[in-house]
C-alpha cells in the first residue's frame, strides 16, 4: 500500500488529527508541508482536509523546509519577533488621549 492509498483511504486520518492536535503553529505547518511533500500530487489538499489546514500554510511549510528553516532561530520562540498582535499603546490616536 502506498502512502497516498494509506492516507485517501482513511487508514491515518485518525492519527494524523492527533499528532497536529499537539503541534505549534510552525510544527503543524513543517510537518503538514513535508507530508504533502511526501504524498506527491494532491497530497497538499488531502493533508489540508485531514489536518484543517489552509493549503498556502502548506505550502509555506514546503518551502520553509527548501530553505532548511534559516528564518527560524531555534530561540523557543512560535513566532518570529514583531509577529502577534500590537501593543495598545499603538492602536489608541495621540488625539483620541486626554
Keep these: 500500500m502506498t502512502a497516498t492509498t494509506a492516507v485517501a483511504s482513511g487508514d491515518w486520518s485518525e492519527h494524523v488529527a492527533l ?12 510537518v503538514g508541508g513535508l507530508l504533502s511533500a511526501l504524498l506527491g500530487r494532491g497530497g497538499t489538499k488531502q493533508i489540508a482536509a485531514l489536518a484543517g489546514l489552509d493549503p498556502k ?3 509555506q511549510g514546503r518551502l520553509d523546509l527548501q530553505r532548511r528553516l534559516e528564518d527560524y532561530p531555534d530561540d523557543g520562540r512560535v513566532r518570529r519577533p514583531g509577529g502577534g498582535r500590537p501593543p495598545l499603546k499603538k492602536k489608541i490616536p495621540p488625539s483620541s488621549r486626554l
Design 19 to 30: 499528532v497536529f492536535a499537539r503541534l505549534d503553529e510552525r510544527q503543524q505547518r513543517w
Design 57 to 59: 500554510t502548506l505550502r
